[in-house]
């Protein structure tokens, strides 16, 4: 079956820093690669996603990179900021297989 | 738009109880998914509905079961609850497609006493 394998935080950095979040997949084929964002208090948002190689999403400022080579999808930003503090998820999706969550990373943006 | 809508937001129940926890799908959305997700952990995938009928499941237990009706609208049974069934239960809706983005509803809290 899929899986996804991804950092555990919590990471902490400081407004403006450069954020990495790391994120490995398995999965047969070519299947759809997302992350998701869990603000406090609120419910499972979508960031971004790709659907083939080598495409790239984007959304408020994150960016992430489908690799086929590396079964990779890192998430990237250049400068956070504390309303970035947040549980970030990576997930797969093949086929009616549904979505294959990671376990979450806890970013946490200190001022 | 509406967005996707789950009732009730929290549930307690005791061991050996059955649940039914409902969705109701964001407007033009013909594909509900369920998700548990236990505390400090991803969601972890029940199974999906299309056109009313089941087409594609997790490793969950027959006792957990749903429907899918014609307004799109959903339902998940759980039969014979177990202390380890205790989890945010987790609707999304989505088109048809495994490249569409899943839209989810905040959640059902379930506590199993």
């Known amino acids: 079956g899929n899986s996804v394998t991804q950092m555990e935080g919590p990471v902490t950095l400081s407004e403006e820093a450069f954020l990495t979040i790391n994120c490995t997949y398995t999965?047969?084929?070519?299947?759809?690669l997302f992350w998701y964002v869990q603000y406090p208090g609120e419910g499972l948002q979508l960031l971004l996603k790709a659907t083939k190689a080598d495409d790239k999403g984007s959304n408020k400022g994150f960016e992430a990179t489908y690799r086929k080579e590396t079964t990779s999808f890192h998430l990237e930003k250049g400068s956070v900021q504390v309303s970035d503090s947040a549980v970030y998820f990576c997930?797969?999706?093949?086929?009616?297989?549904?979505?294959?969550f990671g376990k979450g990373t806890h970013l946490i943006i200190q001022p | 738009e509406t967005g996707v809508t789950q009732s009730p937001t929290h549930l307690i129940k005791t061991r050996g109880q059955q649940v039914t926890l409902r969705c109701s799908s964001q407007s033009g959305h013909n594909t509900v998914s369920w998700y548990q997700q236990a505390l400090g952990q991803g969601p972890q995938f029940i199974f999906q509905?299309?056109?009313?009928?089941?087409?594609g499941r997790g490793n969950f237990p027959p006792r957990f079961s749903g429907l899918q009706f014609p307004n799109y609208s959903s339902e998940l049974n759980v039969n014979a609850l177990e202390l380890d069934d205790s989890a945010l239960y987790l609707c999304a809706s989505s088109s048809q497609g495994e490249d569409q983005p899943q839209h989810f509803g905040d959640g059902t809290r379930l506590s199993i006493l």
């Open positions: 999965a047969t084929g070519y299947p759809s």
């Open positions: 997930a797969v999706r093949r086929g009616a297989d549904g979505l294959t």
């Open positions: 509905y299309y056109r009313e009928e089941e087409n």
